[in-house]
T-cell receptor, first 109, second 115 residues
């Protein structure tokens, strides 16, 4: 079946760099998406990889290796406002969408 | 603001009851998706509608049902509510049939509490 694995929690200090990994298993592959969600808020789209390699969007970058069924989200120059949960997500061959259980990022001063 | 609206924002009800959650997609979007997010969990895909037709179904319980109306708004009906149904319910919309999750825009959610 479909599954996505992410670390449950990561802690880093302000100004540092943090990497959040995601391994996935799905029938068919249509890209890996990353979302940010603050407590009680709606998920907001951060980054998307359809092909292998690195995609950069400001302080956020995302990487994909399809042969390894693996991707990561890289957050640079961490700010306190980056404290949130981060989810990776995929779609399968049956138009169903799957989200990982989320990685809670704690940014400390 | 994604342009997707959901009502109500909060809902408190008792076990055994039935509730209806409403979603209005972004202007021009034809697809609506419903997700359930239990405490400290990821989003669980429930169901997708495209232009009034059901297109994909996830792990939606038989006690739950949804529909999309001609004006494209959607309603999620939850019946015989149990304590475990307490969760955030998100609606998302996309222009067409989303090829990937990032094409979906999420509403602010409805927090359902079952007592």
């Amino acid at each position: 079946g479909q599954s996505l694995e992410q670390p449950s929690e990561v802690t880093a200090v302000e100004g540092a760099i943090v990497q959040i990994n995601c391994t996935y298993q799905t029938s068919g592959f249509y890209g890996l998406s990353w979302y940010q969600q603050h407590d009680g808020g709606a998920p907001t789209f951060l980054s998307y990889n359809a092909l292998d390699g690195l995609e950069e969007t400001g302080r956020f970058s995302s990487f994909l290796s399809r042969s390894d069924s693996y991707g990561y989200l890289l957050l640079q120059e961490l700010q306190m406002k980056d404290s949130a949960s981060y989810f990776c997500a995929v779609r399968d061959n049956f138009n169903k969408f799957y989200f990982g259980s989320g990685t809670k990022l704690n940014v400390k001063p | 603001d994604s342009g997707v609206t959901q009502t109500p924002k909060h809902l408190i009800t008792a076990t055994g009851q039935r509730v209806t959650l409403r979603c209005s997609p972004r202007s021009g979007d034809l697809s609506v998706y419903w997700y359930q997010q239990s405490l400290d969990q990821g989003l669980q895909f429930l169901i997708q509608y495209y232009n009034g037709e059901e297109r994909a179904k996830g792990n939606i319980l038989e006690r739950f049902s949804a529909q999309q109306f001609p004006d494209l708004h959607s309603e999620l009906n939850l019946s015989s509510l149990e304590l475990g149904d307490s969760a955030l319910y998100f609606c998302a919309s996309s222009v067409g049939l989303a090829g990937a999750p990032h094409e979906q825009f999420f509403g602010p959610g409805t927090r359902l509490t079952v007592l």
